[in-house]
Structures are given as structure tokens and as C-alpha cells.
């Protein structure tokens, strides 16, 4: 049983340009929660997604940033006109639709590491 | 508003030795809360969790402590193991989750 994916594992982009962060969950979850994480620092909250649904996108900027996670296919992570701020890793987790929100276990994914030059 | 403080932000211990993480929170609302532990250019892998209507959580050589009158929460590692040098996340979680800032711990051989 596949664990969750990300891809790419490593990502350059130069400012201004776009960066797709693409994840898979694990077989069977239906929720996916992507977190960013800066060097030497802990993990950050960005925004909570079911199939088709955001959910909660309360740690999302609110420009240049959005996330999606359609019907078919990985969940999207899309950073519009990078800047060397957003150099970071970002982490994908998933948990089961049979969890309750409060018991929800989420699984990571190994990351995105974004390096904007 | 940090919701989750973590200390010491990093930890020797000798192998053989006991390692001890730190967690204290604010929200009474938090219903469940992890450890994760993450190696170098890995995710974090949940370690053990524990929630609030317990107050000690033991797996092999893992132990969570609960306190919820003190809204506190430790890791304990007995027996340390170089191989357990890796950052340390607690979490708590209410609807999502609240990470603290990690523990890097390095044990010597």
C-alpha cells in the first residue's frame, strides 16, 4: 500500500515564475492538508481539502497562492509569480474519510523542496 | 498566537540515556495530540499520539505523559539510541492540526 506522494521531490523555479506541487494520497483518504515548512522551523498549516472542496484555507496567502484537489487526480499546490520567500518545504498528509475531524491521523508525504533563485 | 510551545528547541543525550521533549498548549478544544519525528529530507512519520482522557501513553520505548490540568504534554524516550537522532514535532489538533517549532536531538554513541 503506497504511501502518500509528492512530486517533485525538488523544485527550482527563478521569480517570477510558477511553481505546481503535486500530491497523491494514500489509497482510500479523501482528505489532503498541505503544510509549508522553513528551514530549522516547524510545520505550517495552509489549507485543507476534500475531493473538490476546500475546506479550510485559513494559513493560505492570500495572493499568488491556491490549492485544489479535484475529482480525479493528485491534489494541486499552485504558487503563482514566486519569490525567494516562498522557498520552503512543502509538506502533503492525508488522512481517511473514516476518521473524525478531531481523530484525524494524517500521514506525510516525503515533501517539495522549493528553491526560488 | 503560537498555539503549541516545544522545548528544549535542541537535546544531547548519551545512548542508553532518557530523552525528554516538552509540550504545553492554551487551546482547551484540542482533542487529539501526536509526536512526530522527522529525519533529514524526509516527512514526518507520526511517532505516537495520545488524547486528552488519558494520562500516559506507553509504546515500546516511547512514552507520552498528559497533564490537562496543566496543559502539558512531554515525550519520553527511555534508552535513547543514536538511531533516534532525528527533530521532533508534538502536535495538538482541533479540526487541524497545531505543530510546535521541533526538537533536534542528537544522541552520542
Known amino acids: 500500500n503506497a504511501g502518500v506522494m509528492q512530486n517533485p521531490r525538488h523544485l527550482v523555479r527563478r521569480r517570477g515564475q510558477e511553481a505546481r506541487l503535486r500530491c497523491s494520497p494514500m489509497k482510500g483518504h479523501s482528505h489532503v492538508y498541505w503544510y509549508r515548512q522553513l528551514p530549522e522551523e516547524g510545520l505550517k498549516f495552509m489549507v485543507y481539502?476534500?475531493?473538490?472542496?476546500?475546506?479550510?484555507e485559513s494559513g493560505m496567502p492570500k495572493e499568488r497562492f491556491s490549492a485544489e484537489f479535484p475529482k480525479e487526480g493528485p491534489s494541486i499546490l499552485r504558487i503563482q509569480q514566486v519569490v525567494r520567500g516562498d522557498s520552503a518545504a512543502y509538506f502533503c498528509?492525508?488522512?481517511?474519510?473514516?476518521?473524525?475531524?478531531?481523530?484525524?491521523?494524517?500521514?506525510f508525504g516525503p515533501g517539495t523542496r522549493l528553491t526560488v533563485l | 498566537q503560537q498555539q503549541v510551545k516545544q522545548s528544549p528547541q535542541s537535546l544531547i543525550v548519551q545512548k542508553g540515556g532518557i530523552s525528554i521533549i516538552n509540550c504545553a498548549y492554551e487551546n482547551t478544544a484540542f482533542d487529539y495530540f501526536p509526536w512526530y519525528q522527522q529525519f533529514p529530507g524526509k516527512g514526518p512519520a507520526l511517532l505516537i499520539a495520545i488524547r486528552p482522557d488519558v494520562s500516559e501513553k506507553k509504546e515500546g520505548r516511547f512514552t507520552i505523559s498528559f497533564n490537562k490540568s496543566a496543559k502539558q504534554f512531554s515525550l519520553h524516550i527511555m534508552d535513547s539510541q543514536p538511531g533516534d537522532s532525528a527533530t521532533y514535532f508534538c502536535a495538538a489538533s482541533f479540526n487541524k492540526f497545531y505543530f510546535g517549532s521541533g526538537t533536534k536531538l542528537n544522541v552520542k554513541p
Open positions: 481539502l476534500q475531493k473538490e472542496n476546500i475546506i479550510d
Open positions: 498528509a492525508s488522512s481517511s474519510l473514516t476518521s473524525s475531524i478531531a481523530y484525524n491521523e494524517q500521514f
